[in-house]
């Protein structure tokens, strides 16, 4: 629904098919994975520690089509000349105006994708209105059911970008190793926390090369 530092809609259609009924992100970021394909019928559980994201989220899930045409949408657009926007809203417009950051824009950039960006939730609104939206830590969540848990962490070497990118990756990991389901996680493919094997290659932002990685687990119960 919005663009985000780290996301992952260019290659969700790379990762497996959600095998439960339940999907669980707990990084959830833009949740491209949950909104790939059909995956958005699932349970669809999303929790980010950013209450900024969570906002967002919770914005998108409460407006109605009505309320996402009223956005104003103008050729180099200035947000904080909208003094009626909420900042959930400015917060949306700002991070398609500068896709590919974790920070939202004020100013619209030679790179800004809002219009587009609009007419996808425009169309897509709809998908995300039973899913359950919560701030929330990956260590607050209990994982005793079993789920497809799809983790998409601040990479050890990217979580700079992140306001919250500061991550203990050997707690995360033993608490990956405990999780029941199928487990799908997103590094670099060169992280070393997890026996990760490489995914894809492709170009980022400003054309740079991304080495994506995965690792994938399931119980023996999948």
């Known amino acids: 629904m919005f663009y985000y530092y780290g996301r992952k809609k260019k290659i969700a259609h790379l990762y497996p098919q959600p095998k439960f009924d ?41 407006a109605s089509v009505n309320d996402i045409k009223k956005l104003p949408c103008e050729p180099e657009m200035t947000i904080n000349d909208h003094k009626q926007l909420s900042r959930a809203e ?87 190793k405990n999780l029941k389901g199928q487990v799908i996680v997103c590094e670099r493919d060169d992280a070393d926390w997890l026996p990760f094997k490489s995914l894809t290659k492709f170009a980022g932002i400003a054309n740079r090369t991304v080495k994506e990685g995965v690792y994938l687990k399931e119980s023996q119960h999948a």
């Open 22 to 62: 339940s999907i669980v992100e707990p990084f959830a970021g833009s949740a491209a994975y949950s909104l790939h394909g059909n995956n958005w019928e699932k349970d669809v559980f999303l929790y980010d520690i950013d209450l900024r994201i969570v906002r967002l989220w919770q914005f998108l899930q409460q």
């Open 90 to 176: 400015k917060d949306l417009i700002g991070l398609h105006l500068s896709p590919g950051s974790s920070m939202p824009a004020n100013i619209s950039t030679k790179y800004d994708r809002w219009a587009v960006g609009k007419q996808y939730i425009l169309e897509n609104v709809h998908k995300i209105k039973h899913w359950t939206i919560q701030q929330a830590s990956y260590r607050m969540i209990v994982p005793e059911a079993e789920a497809t848990w799809f983790i998409d962490p601040p990479y050890n070497e990217g979580g700079k970008h992140y306001r919250f990118g500061k991550i203990d990756y050997q707690h995360l990991a033993d608490w990956i």
